[in-house]
């Protein structure tokens, strides 16, 4: 968007127009006490070659992903991009979210997304995805709000422990408003028990969510939980890793009824805060309830192939404060780069990337492991992430890796979330995730440069596991 | 079904009393504003519905629209044909197009609804 200022000229002429001398008799109209009698305190502008060493600067005390050596999880993945998805999202066509409000106008973006759309659901199994939503977070928020009008059940949501903590707390602010208890079931042994999930849930319970892998990195029973949420009436949301879906059975063969995901995965690069990729996805049947855009296919007059937006009589613009959701747009550039990576690595690909990180990743936890003060938290299977309990504070390990080279983590003990599952041992765990990208010269060069440099902590001891 | 039989509402709703049981669709005029009908979707059996609340909506290419229930009762039958036959709706909105059937308590409280004439210059006085 241009910079437009004002000049002196400027000012003036508008301050003539109104019939004031300048802006002191102007703001003259704000009570006394009100104003502020002192400049900003804001530092002095920058001339142009100033700045842009400024940025230089502060640009080079950043390390990116692509000079240091990436493992770390927590929902965010250093997987690899082509450079196809960068040439193709960043042509002019493309480069802007919006649609304008008579979208038809704009008959390539609408196709880029159907084409979203048809791939998720691919990937998925799932009967229809939108076209997309702001990230994984906000995407578990809407998925609960849509089993709660569809079961016309507004009280109760209960979650797994094992669900991201900052999904958690995403729900919590949002359900706050609403009135609606959330239950969060811990899961002590880094998956949830399944009866225990069972006894919890009743006749009132509007969904039961599951995050597959979850937070932990360990995979869930997904389809006895997901039976389970229906036994009792209650929609089973489960929140994916796209990657995962190469290997594991999808949502839909596993009994879910909305499956959402973070999409980072597919071709957006880990940067700080986003912006990243919601995905949401349902049965046919739930369809009216879902929020966001919904890319159709049809004829023109002529009989030629024609994107339109279906279902928009349920949006904001239409439906006011009855919409299904305020979210009523999409993040078309980053659905654009998911679409392509999926396109470009096609179903083979995607099986073959999965393949690589779930091995890597086993090949990791099995040296990692060995080392003393190191094991495994958790012994349930895992995908391409899992979480290690260190005999010291876990920051001190990060530390020790990030002086090295490696970056891990995060440290779970900083999510207060995640302290019941984690018991006694929250600040000693951490979680390492292995992408295709890493290689085993890599891994063994973290094993070694650990088993290398002294730990501050106190002499290995043996652990032991909360009850 | 004689639209002179019926009684009506400012939201286009239509009513039809036998004894203490009523029956309630809307009327050609809502149809016909509707446009191309798409979805329409009614209330559980059993339902106590009081009057001015919403029971369901019907859906256009061009809106979506709550529909209120016209009187106070208990929903005992629902034209659960209708959302798979919306063209009854489009066609014979005061017939085959009706969508639930309610027992009433005070069936005095139709007498406050609309008569057609009274309908019919409502809808003309709107400015539709």
Redesign the interface.
Known sequence: MAYLFNTADDIRSMLETIGVESIEEFFEQIPAHLQLDRPLDLPSGLSEPELETHLRELAAASHGASSRVCLMGGGVYDHFIPAAVDEIASRGEFYTAYTPYQAEASQGSLQAFFEFQSLICQLTGMDVSNASLYEGGTAVSEAVFMAMRVTKRFGRVVVLGSLHPEYQQILETYLGGLGCQLDVIATPDGTADVQIVRDSLDSETSCLVIQQPNVFGALEELESLCQAAHDVGALAISSFDPISLGLLKSPAECGADIAVAEGQSLGIPAQYGGPYLGILTCRSKHV?QMPGRLIGQTVDRHGRRCFVLNLQ??EQH??RE?ATSNICTNQGLLALRATVYLALLGRQGLLDVSELCCRKAHYAAERLGELPGLELMFSRPFFKEFTLRYHGDATELIDRAATAGFDLGPALGRFPRLRESLGEAADQTLLVAVTEQRTREEIDRLVESLAATPSTSAAPQTLSKPA | MDPANLKFTRSHEWLRLDGNTATIGITDFAVEALTDLVYVELPEMGKLLTAGEIFGEVESVKAVSDLYAPISGEVIEINTALPDDLDALSEDPFGRGWMIKLTIIDTSAADDLLDEAGYRDHCHSAGH
Do not use: E, G
Request: hydrophobic share 35%; net charge positive; no cysteine.
């Open positions: 009216r009589a349920r239409i439906r009855k």
